[in-house]
């Protein structure tokens, strides 16, 4: 059974700050991995998708990587801003694509 | 955001009683899917439908059933509501291209009472 683990579970970092977000699952036969960013009491917003033919994806200040073969990924966020504050989610699609398995997510707070 | 819609956004049930929830989209995809969310424990699979009439269990299906009778409507019915179902329930549908990117709705905050 696939399982995804996300660490830290919170981050509190100051403003200017770049930071790692890591994630890691179990099963390496995945189809893709998937990024999301939620705020408080709202919806989640993808924010990248990495294939499994892919190592990295990025868009504006964040890359998220892929290493398949060890089961890890990591989003990297760079310059922080205190509206980077939000929880972040890995989730993977396993290998038939019936459906998206997350981890608990990394709650970040970017002070000012 | 991609045509997902889900209603109600919020609902306050007794306990006992039937509640469907509703996910509507407008963009054809084949795959849809209900979550539910709770602290402690993320995000967690209900059911899924790969298309009309095509459905099937997730990893916490017991006291919930579903429908899809149209590509457009999944319903995710609670038989008789309990206090444990209290919780945030997110539809979402998968890209039909590749590279299949899933999109979520905005939630149901589901409160029973």
């Known amino acids: 059974k696939q399982e995804v683990t996300q660490i830290p579970a919170a981050l509190s970092v100051p403003e200017g700050e770049n930071l790692v977000l890591n994630c890691s699952f179990t099963d390496s036969a995945i189809y893709n991995l998937q990024w999301f960013r939620q705020d408080p009491g709202k919806g989640l917003t993808s924010l990248l998708l990495?294939?499994?033919?892919?190592r990295e994806q990025t868009s504006g200040r964040l890359n998220a990587s892929l290493d398949k073969s060890s089961g890890r990924s990591t989003l990297y966020i760079a310059a922080s801003q205190p509206g980077d504050s939000a929880t972040y989610l890995c989730?993977?699609?396993?290998?038939?694509?019936?459906?998206?398995?997350f981890g608990k997510g990394t709650t970040l707070s970017v002070s000012s | 955001d991609a045509g997902i819609t889900q209603s109600p956004r919020h609902k306050v049930t007794e306990t006992g009683t039937p509640v469907t929830l509703r996910c509507h989209q407008t963009e054809n995809h084949r795959y849809m899917y209900w979550y539910r969310q709770d602290p402690g424990h993320g995000l967690r699979l209900i059911h899924y439908s790969y298309g009309v009439k095509d459905t099937d269990k997730g990893e916490v299906s017991d006291g919930y059933s579903v429908s899809r009778s149209k590509t457009e409507d999944f319903l995710l019915t609670l038989e008789s509501a309990t206090s444990s179902q209290t919780s945030v329930y997110f539809c979402?549908?998968?890209?039909?291209?590749?590279?299949?990117?899933?999109?979520f709705g905005s939630g149901t905050r589901l409160t029973v009472v």
């Open positions: 990495i294939q499994s033919s892919q």
């Open positions: 989730a993977v699609d396993n290998q038939a694509g019936t459906a998206l398995i």
């Open positions: 979402a549908i998968r890209g039909n291209e590749g590279p299949y990117g899933y999109t």
